[in-house]
């Protein structure tokens, strides 16, 4: 068996890290929609950056996300969508969508999203990790920063309470978790797995599904199945692990308990899950007999490669998935000889490899050893945050070289490995026929 590298959760969290009325869906005779989904926001307020300076570069340092450019890269990305054609007539959010939870960042976002709202589109939204109680929640002022006004569950529930609480067909008691039914035959199942307490001072990036919210869950699925509604849920956390030992090498970024939550899921008949978390553009499968659950991770607005997804949903038929990649954003923090791909690349990269080095030199590795080895793994890690992995394209003779140069042949070939395996189906461009399951690119 492989022995695995893993992170400390503290660098993780960094990198990544009631029955109501129902929504007024269209009645006519149109079955064909367009679903958007939008993951991992992590919106900065400009507000909270008063100038930049040691504190702010601190919080960087292995952070791996665009936060100064996240205005800029929420505006095009809200452009994008209004002018799309065809134009989405539903846009799915499933978590972070602010920097650390700060009120002045939700408020905000939900301006963006009145604009999508306004447009005629229907948002839905639920948490993430970084979107309750944040301890981060910090304005940023040369070398000091201070604690800004984060929200709780009571706050999240009402600013965005016309991106699926006001509409809720079903709420659940135990966490913010809600069904609605945007779209025509179509049950969405919205479920709140973040760990979040205004008692202790820190994130949270593991997740669970509480006891009672499972019971609620299965409960509106077996609804759903009497009812002949197609469902799709949408959680922040990945319950069907992207990689071979993911759940090892990067604690946190699956929910607690995955195999039987997926397992669960899956045989009281849920197919789709729309998942975040881990910023990267994946899909995978489980399948037990004729039943299967994908889990479709979309990768991080603020993160290279700036993903979002476009979906074509042919009522109660299939899903056709398309990657989106944002390309130009209007932002005058980037250099005058890079394209913003480019820019951002270079950033996330950077990030990597500062990451996997301040984690191997923390277990006693030399620094110089430690820039060659985190060299392979951060060129692996991008590879999977882009998805559809070409394992001909990974380097394994260097990788090997490496290895055994600097005392890591016990793990650093599996690691790299596994990264560069993309396991089925394919990730930025997919069919899934719902009725049976089957997919194909």
């Not at 992170?7 to 009645?27: R, Y």
């Not at 900065?44 to 340092?61: E, H, K, N």
């Not at 529930?157 to 025509?184: F, H, K, M, Q």
Request: hydrophobic share 40%; with cysteine.
């Amino acid at each position: 068996m492989r022995k695995l590298f893993v992170l400390p959760a503290i660098l993780l969290i960094f990198f990544f890290a009631g029955c109501k009325k129902s929504d007024n869906v269209d009645s006519t005779s149109k079955n064909i929609y367009t679903i958007a989904v939008l993951a991992d926001n992590h919106y900065m307020d400009p507000s909270l950056l008063i100038q930049d300076g040691p504190a702010f570069q601190d919080y960087l340092v292995t952070n791996g996300k665009l936060l100064a450019a996240s205005d800029a890269i929420l505006q095009e990305a809200i452009y994008e969508l209004i002018h799309a054609t065809p134009k989405p007539d539903l846009v799915l959010i499933p978590g972070d969508l602010t920097k650390d939870g700060e009120l002045v960042g939700h408020v905000s976002v939900h301006l963006y999203l009145q604009q999508l709202i306004q447009a005629g589109i229907k948002v839905r939204v639920i948490v993430g990790n970084h979107d309750l109680y944040n301890p981060h929640s910090y304005q940023y002022n040369g070398a000091t920063k201070t604690r800004f006004q984060n929200i709780g569950p009571d706050e999240f529930r009402t600013i965005y309470s016309d991106c699926g609480y006001s509409d809720a067909l079903y709420t659940d008691p135990y966490s913010l978790s809600y069904v609605s039914e945007p779209l025509p035959n179509l049950w969405l199942l919205s479920i709140d797995c973040c760990k979040y307490d205004n008692l202790n001072d820190s994130i949270y990036a593991a997740g669970a599904i509480r006891p009672g919210t499972m019971k609620w869950i299965l409960d509106r699925l077996a609804e759903a199945d009497e009812k002949g509604k197609t469902v799709f849920g949408m959680m922040h956390h990945g319950i069907v692990e992207q990689f071979t030992g993911k759940h090892v090498t990067f604690p946190g970024f699956m929910v607690d308990n995955y195999p039987d939550v997926s397992t669960q899921l899956m045989n009281a008949g849920l197919k789709i899950m729309f998942t975040g978390h881990f910023h990267a553009s994946d899909i995978v499968e489980q399948r037990s007999g004729n039943k299967v659950l994908y889990d479709i991770e979309t990768g991080s607005i603020v993160v290279s490669p700036s993903s979002y997804r476009l979906i074509t949903y042919i009522q109660d038929s299939s899903l056709i998935l398309t990657t989106k990649r944002i390309t130009n954003v209007n932002y005058s923090g980037i250099p005058t000889s890079q394209t913003f791909p480019q820019y951002a690349e270079s950033l996330s990269r950077i990030a990597a490899d500062t990451l996997f080095t301040t984690s191997l030199i923390s277990q006693q590795i030399p620094i110089s050893a430690a820039w060659h080895i985190s060299d392979c793994m951060g060129t692996a890690l991008m590879a999977h945050v882009a998805g559809d992995e070409d394992k001909a394209l990974e380097d394994t003779t260097f990788v090997g070289q490496t290895a055994r140069q600097y005392g890591a042949s016990s793990w650093l070939p599996g690691y790299c490995d596994y990264l560069w395996t993309d396991l089925v189906p394919s990730d930025n461009s997919l069919t899934i026929q719902l009725k049976s399951g089957n997919s194909f690119k």
